[in-house]
């Protein structure tokens, strides 16, 4: 088992910026990939950014250049940073890690609500 909690939501105002964090324990051998995604009222979850556990990324296509997703494989955390928020990015955003390629685990979700 892995559990993985998030931590960093809130509000921000449009232009903003905020910061998530991930922190993964129990069996984080194995963990192959760690990504973020979220969830709006009335939407399905979507994959916002994933990083491998070598280092590549993958970012979602509404987010490119505005979020940027890391990890310190040493303390087991992954981070996402939000910038130049919308209010389309009003979302309740999950942690994700996939291990060994195949199980996936999920935080609680934190919400960011961008607004004015």
């Known amino acids: 088992q892995v559990q993985l909690a998030e931590s960093g939501g809130g509000l921000a105002q449009p232009g903003g910026s905020l910061r998530l964090s991930c922190a993964a324990s129990?069996?984080?051998?194995?963990?192959?990939?760690m990504g973020w995604y979220r969830q709006a009222p009335g939407k399905q979850r979507e994959l916002v950014a994933a990083?491998?556990?070598?280092?590549?990324?993958n970012y979602a296509d509404s987010v490119e250049g505005r979020f940027t997703i890391s990890s310190n494989n040493a303390k087991n955390m992954a981070y996402l940073q939000m910038s130049r928020l919308t209010p389309e990015d009003t979302a309740v955003y999950y942690c994700?890690?996939?291990?060994?390629?195949?199980?996936?685990?999920w935080g609680e979700g934190t919400q960011v609500t961008v607004s004015s």
């Open positions: 990083i491998s556990s070598g280092g590549t990324t």
């Open positions: 994700n890690a996939v291990v060994w390629g195949r199980d996936q685990y």
């Open positions: 129990g069996r984080i051998f194995g963990i192959t990939v």
